[in-house]
C-alpha cells in the first residue's frame, strides 16, 4: 500500500534554514513532488523530482532524495516570513495519480 | 486564463441534502481531479479524469458521482450529504501526466449538519 508521512510541525527563525522530511513507501514512485498551501488556498507545486536523481535545487529551494531509505526532503534557505505556509510532499508511481502526505505547517517567526 | 474555478466558496448542507460542485478549467487541461482536505490531513484523490468521457474513482469515492462531458468542466455530486463529508474540496488539472503542469482550485468549503 502507498503512505507518505511528514512530520506535522516546524517552526524556525527567520532568515535559517528549514528542512521539511518526508518518508514513503512506494518503491516504485517515479516522480516525488513538493506543494505549499498558504491559508485558504489551493495547493501550488514548488518543485518536484524524478526518482532517478538524488537532488535537484532551485533557488532557495534543495531537494533531497534517498531511494533506499525512501526519505524525500526539501530545504528552503534564508527561511522568510512568507515562507510559511503547510507544505505537502507526494509520490506518484502511476502518472495519473498523486498520493500526499499529511503537511507540515512550517511557522516562521521573526 | 482564469485557471481552475471552483463554485460555491462555501456552502452548508443538511443531512441527505444533494448539491454539485462545480469545477471549470479555461486551460485545456485533459486530465483533472476532485480532492477532498479534511482537517489537520492531507488531500485525498477521490476522482480524477484522463480526457472527456472518461472517469475513474480515487481512494474516497464513495458517497460521490462525477462525469466529465466536455474537456473545461468536471463537477462533483454529492447525492445524499452525511456530516462525514465536511470537509474543504478541491479542483486540480493538468495537461498531460507532467506533474509541473498541475493547477489547483481555490477550493470550496462544506459542511454538512
Known amino acids: 500500500g502507498e503512505d507518505v508521512e511528514q512530520s506535522l510541525f516546524l517552526s524556525v527563525r527567520e532568515g535559517d534554514s528549514s528542512v521539511i522530511n518526508c518518508t514513503y513507501t512506494d518503491s516504485s514512485s517515479t516522480y516525488l513532488y513538493w506543494y505549499k498551501q498558504e491559508p485558504g488556498a489551493g495547493l501550488q507545486l514548488l518543485t518536484y523530482i524524478f526518482s532517478n536523481m538524488d537532488m535537484k535545487q532551485d533557488q532557495r529551494l534543495t531537494v533531497l532524495l534517498n531511494k533506499k531509505d525512501k526519505h524525500l526532503s526539501l530545504r528552503i534557505a534564508d527561511t522568510q516570513t512568507g515562507d510559511s505556509a503547510i507544505y505537502f510532499c507526494a509520490e506518484s508511481w502511476d502518472t495519473d495519480k498523486l498520493i500526499f502526505g499529511t503537511g507540515t505547517r512550517l511557522q516562521v517567526f521573526p | 486564463n482564469a485557471g481552475v474555478t471552483q463554485t460555491p466558496k462555501f456552502r452548508i448542507l443538511k443531512i441527505g441534502q444533494s448539491m454539485t460542485l462545480q469545477c471549470t478549467q479555461d486551460?485545456?487541461?485533459?486530465?483533472m481531479y476532485w480532492y477532498r482536505q479534511d482537517p489537520g490531513m492531507g488531500l485525498k484523490l477521490i476522482y480524477y479524469?484522463?480526457?472527456?468521457?472518461?472517469?475513474d474513482k480515487g481512494e474516497v469515492p464513495n458517497g460521490y458521482n462525477v462525469s466529465r462531458s466536455t474537456t473545461e468542466d468536471f463537477p462533483l455530486r454529492l447525492e445524499l450529504a452525511a456530516p462525514s463529508q465536511t470537509s474543504v474540496y478541491f479542483c486540480a488539472s493538468r495537461l498531460g501526466p507532467v506533474a509541473d503542469t498541475q493547477y489547483f482550485g481555490p477550493g470550496t468549503r462544506l459542511t454538512v449538519l
Open positions: 486551460m485545456n487541461h485533459n486530465y
Open positions: 479524469s484522463v480526457g472527456a468521457g472518461i472517469t
